[in-house]
T-cell receptor, first 111, second 113 residues
């Protein structure tokens, strides 16, 4: 079945540091890929998405590129802020029409 | 503003109790989902529904049931609560299609004692 593996956390960075959170997937066919973010005390919200190979999703300074050859969708941001502290989830939507989530990565950004 | 509302933020129940978690969405979405969120395990799908009175088992349906009598409401039922069902429960809804951007409620933190 479909699965998502993402980088273990927690990740702690200083403000303005570069962020990478790794995500790889296993799926049949051509899944759509997503990053969701969960701020403290809130539900998940969509951060960005990509629907086909080489697509780049971007939002709020975050980017991720759908790499079919490496089955990856790594999340990056050039300069993180304290307000980016949250839990980040990689997810895919495959043939089953459902979202399959990774285990989540806790990010803490220190001033 | 789109909204998925879960009836309780925090809930404490006793072992063996029947527990109802309610979820309402105001976006006229066909699809609704119940997940549980546990540290290190991410979100795991319990049940989902693509239409009124329709339900499908997800990855971990054991010990749970659901009800969808109206399009906007999707209820999760713990028939006899157990301590291993202590968790964060998240409801979500989406439109049908290949890009199911899901909208989530704020979650219900359930503690079974």
């Amino acid at each position: 079945g479909d699965s998502v593996t993402q980088m273990e956390g927690p990740v702690t960075l200083s403000e303005e540091a570069f962020l990478t959170i790794n995500c790889t997937y296993t799926a049949t066919g051509y899944p759509s890929l997503f990053w969701y973010v969960q701020y403290p005390g809130e539900g998940l919200q969509l951060l960005l998405k990509a629907t086909k190979a080489d697509d780049k999703g971007s939002n709020k300074g975050f980017e991720a590129t759908y790499r079919k050859e490496t089955t990856s969708f790594h999340l990056e941001k050039g300069s993180v802020q304290v307000s980016d502290s949250a839990v980040y989830f990689c997810a895919l939507s495959g043939s089953a029409r459902q979202l399959t989530f990774g285990s989540g990565t806790q990010l803490t950004v220190l001033p | 503003d789109v909204k998925v509302t879960q009836s309780s933020r925090y809930l404490v129940k006793r072992t063996g109790e029947k527990v109802f978690l309610e979820c309402v969405q105001d976006m006229d979405h066909e699809n609704m989902f119940w997940y549980r969120q546990d540290p290190g395990l991410g979100l795991r799908l319990i049940y989902f529904s693509y239409d009124v009175k329709m339900k499908e088992k997800g990855d971990i349906p054991e010990g749970y049931s659901v009800s969808r009598e109206k399009k906007e409401r999707f209820s999760l039922i713990l028939e006899s609560a157990s301590t291993n069902q202590t968790s964060m429960y998240l409801c979500a809804s989406s439109l049908p299609g290949r890009l199911p951007e899901a909208f989530f409620g704020q979650g219900t933190r359930l503690t079974v004692v």
